[in-house]
């Protein structure tokens, strides 16, 4: 907090010059702990410089502003923004770099001082990213990483009285115990929980285009992305061919070692996570689904599942109710627009959502019905720094990115100064 803002913002921009210049690296070390596609790994860090970018021009924009106290002319009153203190970031393993860039670089630009927790799966290019942060000029002791289990390091953190905010993604779960956690001090919480995110497909989408996007939108990164459009609806005109089109394009999907520059799907993250996917193909199997491609792991070494793609199945089915975090999708016929709130805003979570549809006003009519924090038309998954991401609901406590995601990392303090 010590550090001028302008050379916070200078310190962020050599951040963002240093993980460019190391941006293969930073992607092989991902691979190997993650095990998600080269070119995916090497994509996400082009988001991680962009951050450190955004937030390196938005630390000499930290304006405070003044009141207008009216006829009394005797005050000078303003409100300046202050760093919070000292913030944990607990990280998940699904996008380790890309998670945590998302939480570092608003931190430091407020003039936070952080102690980070990644995931216990993934920790090796969070400790990369630590050696270039300190060569990129940040005071020693202000980015300090405490590897562990959740249980363990990342409890201990979130529990401590000297923590005065803690932003997390992961689990819906572990948010409501950093919630409750929380209450010793009532430190600020940020939280980016998980989702079950719907994409409905109407008669008159561009089929062709909207396939291999919706496909994208379950399957990259195996399906373990908190916004993937994990329960696809389409109209009685199109659901046929949709689905058709859909399980060619899971089919050709390549899937394989991570570091083999021509794979599109890598396996998932642990044996555990891999137990639970299959599990829920289980138990949509049990009650009634019909599996029309995918639903088994595939051979070899390493946790593999095939892209999966449900139909036949229910509102009420757990594998359209719950977050799977796995390449599964359900694809099931909806009647209409009068049908969005009922279908889309079922269940707790309010993350992501999808449309297609080539009709403008049926488009806009559909956003404003749907409780979800990002809604992408004719498009799956896009994100800009300066917008804010997150969730309605049980999705989650606050933004990340945009004014939004810097705003969670400071204090407002206003001055009255009798003159
Ligand atoms: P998790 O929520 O347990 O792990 C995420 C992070 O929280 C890790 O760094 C972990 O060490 C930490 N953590 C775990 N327990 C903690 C505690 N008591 N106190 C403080 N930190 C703690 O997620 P997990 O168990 O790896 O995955 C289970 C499910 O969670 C997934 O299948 C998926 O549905 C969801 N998930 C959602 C993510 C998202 O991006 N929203 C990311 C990861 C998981
Ligand atoms: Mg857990």
Same mark, same amino acid.
């Given at each position: ?22 941006? @293969? ?41 003044? $009141? ?37 670089? %608003?931190?430091? $630009? ?14 090796? +290019? ?34 401590? @009285? ?36 719907p994409v409905f497909v109407f008669d008159d989408a561009d089929l062709d285009a909207a396939v291999p996007?919706?496909? $994208?939108?379950?399957?990259?990164? +195996? ?59 289980? +138990? ?7 599996v029309v491609t995918g639903g088994v792991a595939s051979g070899g070494v390493g946790y593999f599942v095939e892209p999966t793609i449900f139909t036949g199945t229910r509102a009420d089915m ?8 796995? %390449? ?92």
């Open positions: 907090r010590g550090t001028p803002a302008k050379r916070r913002g200078e310190i962020l921009w050599a951040i963002s010059d240093l993980v460019l210049a190391h941006a @293969d690296e930073l992607a092989r070390i991902e691979v190997l702990d993650n095990g998600m596609p080269i070119a995916m790994a090497r994509g996400l860090l082009d988001g991680v410089v962009e951050g450190f970018r955004y937030f390196a021009g938005a630390c000499t924009r930290l304006h405070g502003r003044t $009141a207008d106290m009216g006829e009394d002319l005797e005050y000078h009153a303003f409100a300046v923004s202050e760093p919070v203190g000292v913030a944990g970031l607990v990280v998940p393993w699904n996008g380790p770099l890309a998670s945590l860039g998302n939480k570092l670089a %608003p931190a430091l $630009a407020a003039g936070c001082s952080v102690v980070v927790k990644p995931a216990e799966q993934t920790s090796l +290019s969070t400790l990369r990213l630590a050696e270039l942060v300190l060569e990129a000029g940040v005071p020693p002791g202000v980015v300090n990483v405490v590897t562990g289990t959740g249980p363990a390091a990342g409890a201990a953190l979130v529990h401590h @009285d000297d923590v005065d905010k803690i932003s997390f993604t992961g689990s819906l779960e572990v948010g409501r115990g950093i919630v409750a956690a929380s209450a010793g001090n009532l430190k600020r919480v940020t939280l980016e929980l998980g989702g079950k995110s996007v919706v496909g $994208a939108g379950i399957f990259a990164n +195996s399906g373990q992305v908190c916004f993937a459009g994990s329960r696809v609806y389409a109209q009685p005109g199109i659901v046929d061919d949709l689905v058709a089109g859909l399980v060619e394009h899971a089919k050709g999907l390549r899937v394989g070692n991570g570091l083999d520059a021509g794979t599109q799907i890598g396996p998932l993250i642990s044996e555990r996570q891999r137990a639970r996917v299959l599990d829920y193909v289980a +138990s949509g199997l049990a009650e009634g689904g019909e757990r594998i359209v109710r719950e977050e799977i975090f796995g %390449p599964v999708l359900t694809v099931m016929p909806f009647g209409g627009l009068d049908e969005l709130p009922g279908i889309g805003n079922a269940g707790p979570y309010g993350l992501g959502a999808g449309l297609f549809t080539r009709d403008l006003g049926v488009a806009h009519r559909a956003v404003r019905l749907l409780d979800a924090g990002n809604v992408w038309v004719n498009c799956y998954g896009r994100r800009d720094r300066s917008l804010p991401f997150g969730g309605f609901k049980q999705s989650g406590w606050g933004r990340e990115n945009g004014p939004e995601g810097l705003d969670a990392y400071l204090e407002k303090k206003s001055v009255y100064l009798h003159l």
